[in-house]
T-cell receptor, first 114, second 115 residues
Framework: KQEVTQIPAALSVPEGENLVLNCSFT??????LQWFRQDPGKGLTSLLL?????REQTSGRLNASLDKSSGRSTLYIAASQPGDSATYLC?????????????FGTGTRLQVFP | NAGVTQTPKFQVLKTGQSMTLQCAQD?????MYWYRQDPGMGLRLIYY???????DKGEVPNGYNVSRLNKREFSLRLESAAPSQTSVYFC??????????????FGNGTRLTVT
């Protein structure tokens, strides 16, 4: 059974720091991996999607990497800002035929203080 | 540009009552999903609809039913609410299924409490 783990569960950093959030999964047979952001009381917003054949994706100050063989992904946030404070979740799509199901991690709650 | 709209935003039910959570998307997406989010458990898939006219069970379907009314709307029904169904419910949609590598779009959630 695919399990997705995110460590740490919570992180507090001063503004301006570069930081890395981690996501690990137990079954390397994934089709893609997505990183989401969730603000308090809101739904999830898709940040980056990495296909299984890709190693990384970048969007602005965000860079996500994927190492399927080791079952790991990282989300790198450069020059963090208070507006980056949110919970970040990763999710993998199982590499099975005819499936539309994502398996989510429990998230890392990030606080960036001024 | 509404995206994915869920109603109601909040609901309190007594054990045994029924209710329907509504979801609509205006992005012409084919696939729609219902998730529940519980502390320490992450998001878990309840039901999904890969296209209009089809629905399938997810990880935690017991106690729920769904209807894909048309391409835009996907509703979730609790026939006899139980305290274990206290949760935040999210509807999501996607242009195609996950295998086509299109991102998932979420609504803002329905916070349900069953007493």
């Amino acid at each position: 059974k695919q399990e997705v783990t995110q460590i740490p569960a919570a992180l507090s950093v001063p503004e301006g720091e570069n930081l890395v959030l981690n996501c690990s999964f137990t079954d390397s047979a994934i089709y893609n991996l997505q990183w989401f952001r969730q603000d308090p009381g809101k739904g999830l917003t898709s940040l980056l999607l990495i296909q299984s054949s890709q190693r990384e994706q970048t969007s602005g100050r965000l860079n996500a990497s994927l190492d399927k063989s080791s079952g790991r992904s990282t989300l790198y946030i450069a020059a963090s800002q208070p507006g980056d404070s949110a919970t970040y979740l990763c999710a993998v799509t199982k590499g099975e035929r005819n499936t539309d199901k994502l398996i989510f991690g429990t998230g890392t709650r990030l606080q960036v203080f001024p | 540009n509404a995206g994915v709209t869920q109603t109601p935003k909040f609901q309190v039910l007594k054990t045994g009552q029924s209710m329907t959570l509504q979801c609509a998307q205006d992005m012409n997406h084919n696939s729609m999903y219902w998730y529940r989010q519980d502390p320490g458990m992450g998001l878990r898939l309840i039901y999904y609809s890969a296209s209009e006219g089809t629905t399938d069970k997810g990880e935690v379907p017991n106690g729920y039913n769904v209807s894909r009314l048309n391409k835009r709307e996907f509703s979730l029904r609790l026939e006899s609410a139980a305290p274990s169904q206290t949760s935040v419910y999210f509807c999501a949609s996607q242009l195609q299924g996950a295998l086509y590598n299109s991102p998932l779009h979420f609504g803002n959630g329905t916070r349900l409490t069953v007493t």
